[in-house]
């Protein structure tokens, strides 16, 4: 899907580098087609896969006895081993009707992947990276998109540079943005859903709120966070600590509280990427398998793009979360801002923004953070780079590839 908006983008460009492509139309039902085509051919090949390496397939749900050896129950046939994984990672979390009346007339990210037509007008409600991504390759295929954030920002939980771009970003390709936002109602009519929101201003003293309508909306999206996916799953009864949210607790080496029991992934709450929770299983079968009894996963420097527009690439720490854990004297921060040469010749015009956080007098590099275009395909290097303990003097004796936008990390001053 971000790889249609991103079409939908260099079109926009065509006729500056000279091409002229009239009439472009854009099917979202064939897009669809094709997407829900590749995705059954991956089941298939991931279901023969298991095949081949002769694992017995369990079709149903899961849930554990009070048995007192560790026990699942599946149609009412019950199962043990001495070693059982939880992976049944997270899901999107829902917003109830007593919470906001009218909240279930939205979707949420799974219900994205079901549309069947793109909306006219969409609003979504949420500032992390799923929102940000369906904002954009909503809008940039030509849905007419509001997004509604409860503070001045998105992606709080990023660099703060990363976050102010990013917010910067979205607002010039045209999202319509809510700051200081929540939705009051939802409620439907003849011409679609009317969605009321409450702003209030943070610069006032007092609990002064505007009350605002958005109307003939085709498609509220929720897209507030996720929560760990074991409802039905009897956690209580195996002993298994839970945290505040219902996540699995695990120590380092991915064991819970009970012992013969093992859970990785989203439903632990921690580093929410599907790489992660591959990385996390793999250590911990060489571990219980292979007699490696050190194998485990490193949680540190972890890199993660965000699929925005322009696409964003993040490894290590943050600027504060650097000065928090060094002190504001040993860190030293290099970053820069610029046109990339792709947009020299276009109207439409897309900053790309680099930083980085070096530590120590050696000028450790411990965190990496850009957007712009590229950045996506930037990252893997140089978090390779990160997690080896490259120094900013590293990066100083790398030669510059000129003219690319990754020469700059090499450049800095």
Not at 117 to 138: H, Q, S
Not at 314 to 320: A, F, K, N, S
Not at 329 to 353: D, G, W
Request: hydrophobic share 35%; charged share 25%; with cysteine.
């Amino acid at each position: 899907m971000w790889n249609a908006a991103v079409h939908a983008e260099y079109l926009h460009d065509h006729s500056d580098y000279g091409f002229d492509v009239g009439n472009v139309r854009f099917s979202w039902e064939t897009l669809k087609a094709k997407r829900d085509a590749y995705v059954t051919h991956l089941n298939r090949i991931y279901r023969n896969n298991l095949d081949k390496a002769k694992i017995q397939t369990i079709q149903g749900h899961a849930r554990f006895t009070n048995d007192p050896e560790p026990t699942v129950e599946v149609d009412g046939k019950k199962y043990t081993a001495p070693h059982i994984l939880i992976a049944t990672g997270g899901q999107p979390t829902v917003v109830s009707d007593a919470e906001v009346p009218g909240a279930s007339l939205g979707i949420t990210s799974d219900g994205f992947f079901e549309l069947e037509t793109l909306p006219k007008r969409t609003v979504i409600v949420g500032a992390g990276y799923i929102a940000v991504e369906m904002a954009g390759i909503l809008s940039t295929l030509g849905s007419k998109t509001s997004l509604v954030i409860r503070q001045t920002g998105v992606l709080r939980n990023f660099d703060s540079l990363i976050s102010s771009n990013c917010t910067k970003e979205l607002q010039n390709s045209g999202i319509d943005l809510w700051k200081n936002s929540q939705l009051k109602s939802v409620s439907k009519t003849d011409r679609g859903l009317e969605v009321t929101i409450i702003t209030k201003d943070p610069e006032k003293k007092n609990d002064e709120e505007k009350i605002s309508t958005i109307q003939e909306v085709d498609c509220l999206l929720w897209a507030i966070g996720r929560q760990p996916n074991t409802l039905g799953l009897n956690i209580s009864e195996t002993g298994v600590d839970t945290d505040e949210r219902g996540h699995i607790i695990v120590d380092e080496f991915q064991n819970t509280s009970r012992p013969g029991i093992y859970a990785v992934g989203d439903v632990c709450g921690k580093a929410l990427l599907t790489p992660v929770a591959i990385a996390a299983g793999r250590k911990l079968a060489h571990r219980l398998f292979e007699g490696k009894k050190d194998s485990k996963l490193d949680y540190s420097t972890i890199p993660t793009v965000v699929f925005s527009h322009p696409p964003i690439g993040t490894v290590g720490l943050t600027e504060d979360e650097a000065i928090k854990s060094w002190g504001k004297e040993n860190v030293k921060i290099y970053k820069t801002s610029f046109t990339p040469m792709y947009h020299a010749l276009t109207s439409r015009k897309s900053q790309c923004i680099m930083k980085l956080v070096c530590v120590g007098k050696e000028e450790k590099v411990v965190g990496l953070h850009m957007q712009g275009l590229g950045c996506d395909e930037m990252l893997q290097g140089f978090a390779v780079a990160i997690k080896m303990g490259a120094t900013k003097a590293d990066f100083d004796k790398s030669i510059a590839i000129h003219p690319t936008s990754s020469e700059e990390f090499v450049t800095m001053r």
